[in-house]
């Protein structure tokens, strides 16, 4: 893992490495961080090293209380991420395959369990993993360019970075099974209109970590604490769910943030978080 520093506009930014392919940005402050997917020569696709560094770098993040929010990208300008890299699969014997299926499911359950709000900035291709990666965020902002997917059947395998559990959380069993089966690939006013991406915007990026920023102003505790409450109680009957978001009330409810946030508010001024 490397670090460097530099600046962006008006902004500076710093950036740490985890391997050659994933690369971590700190903005506002080192409050947003930006989780960059960085192998542009392959689309994206991720090979077990990379697989390895996705992990390594959510494992970071996940453990940094200063992020408030975490956005992936992609340093691509083609795709946000193919999926899977079929090339070095083709090349694995099977006892290959399976010793490098937790590498695989490590990336993919990294970005799933990021304590931090979530986004996800797609331009260009998202297909399998790929489009499992953004599955895994809590927010989609996708542009013109972006095709999403799960194609796996069509190449011999399933979903297996989360697909089959998450797009049906989205869209719903039905929509999901027709997504599946025919592997089709959906453009971006299609996957707005069915749900898979959750905002259109001229520039995937820019306005992933505009939205960012404005979650960022929010309480860092708070964020978490609603987050945990969001995915605990989803598919939980009522009172279940209700029970959860009272649990996360009371983690929130004597903390520094909130005696700092409703301060703020009497005084009518900008809270400076305490994040505790």
């Keep these: 893992m490397s670090e460097i520093s530099s600046e962006v506009g008006s902004e500076s930014v710093s950036e740490q490495r985890f391997g050659e392919f994933v690369a971590v940005r700190r903005h506002e402050g080192g409050h947003v961080a930006e989780l960059v997917l960085d192998r542009p020569k392959a689309m994206n696709a991720v090979s ?3 697989a390895g560094s996705i992990a390594a770098a959510c494992d970071a993040l996940a453990a940094d209380r200063s992020v408030r929010v975490a956005v992936v990208t992609s340093s691509n300008d083609r795709a946000f991420c193919v999926g899977a890299d079929l090339k070095e699969r083709n090349s694995f014997t099977d006892a290959e395959l399976v ?6 499911r490590a990336a993919y359950a990294g970005v799933l369990e990021l304590p931090m709000p979530t986004i996800a900035a797609v331009h260009g291709f998202a297909l399998g993993g790929g489009f499992e990666l953004a599955l895994s965020c809590d ?10 997917g799960l194609p796996e059947v069509s190449v011999g395998v399933i979903p297996g970075g989360g697909g089959t559990q998450l797009l049906p959380r989205r869209v719903g069993a039905a929509r999901a099974a027709e997504l599946v089966f025919t592997a089709r690939r959906v453009e971006a006013a299609e996957a707005r209109e069915l749900g898979l991406v959750d905002e259109l915007a001229d520039d995937a990026r820019p306005a992933a ?17 609603a987050k945990r409450a969001l995915r605990l109680g989803h598919g939980l009957d009522l009172r279940a769910g209700l029970d959860v978001e009272d649990a996360a009330w009371r983690s929130v409810a004597f903390s520094g943030d909130r005696a700092e946030g ?10 400076e978080w305490p994040g505790e």
């Excluded at 927010?139 to 999403?148: H, R, S």
């Excluded at 970590?209 to 604490?225: I, Q, T």
């Excluded at 409703?262 to 809270?271: G, H, I, L, M, S």
């Design 48 to 50: 077990t090293g990379m």
């Design 99 to 104: 010793r490098q299926r937790p590498t695989a």
């Design 139 to 148: 927010v989609i902002v996708a542009d013109a360019t972006a095709v999403v």
């Design 209 to 225: 970590l505009a939205l960012a920023v404005r979650m960022a102003a929010n309480s860092p505790v708070g964020l978490r604490a």
């Design 262 to 271: 409703v301060a703020a508010f009497n005084e009518k001024r900008k809270p």
